[in-house]
């Protein structure tokens, strides 16, 4: 959903803390669960500009932190500076 630009709803964790921020690019849910989906879901359909926020927000975070060929890139260096060629 975010490298689509919709607005994120999801549990929320630790791991997924470290990457998301609350309110800004996701809305967190809390236990009960179901009770904090239905209000974050509500939550969105009544404001129309949240919902625009989380979405442009999200879909930055994918173009420039998640997409595929960042994440191939920082790979490929971290990978690279594992090995030394002695010639």
């Known amino acids: ?6 607005p994120v709803v999801t549990r929320a964790s630790q791991a997924f803390s470290e990457l998301l921020t609350g309110g ?3 809305l967190f849910c809390e236990p009960p669960y179901i009770q904090s989906i239905k209000e974050s879901i509500l939550r969105l359909k009544e404001d129309a500009e949240l919902k625009r926020r989380l979405s442009e927000n999200a879909l930055e ?3 420039g932190h998640l997409a595929q060929a960042r994440l191939t ?3 490929a260096e971290e ?9």
Do not use: E, P, Q, Y
Not at 79 to 87: D, L
């Open 1 to 6: 959903c975010l490298a689509m630009g919709k």
């Open 24 to 26: 800004h690019d996701v």
């Open 61 to 63: 975070l994918f173009r």
């Open 73 to 75: 890139a920082g790979l």
């Open 79 to 87: 990978i690279g500076k594992g090995f030394v060629c002695n010639s």
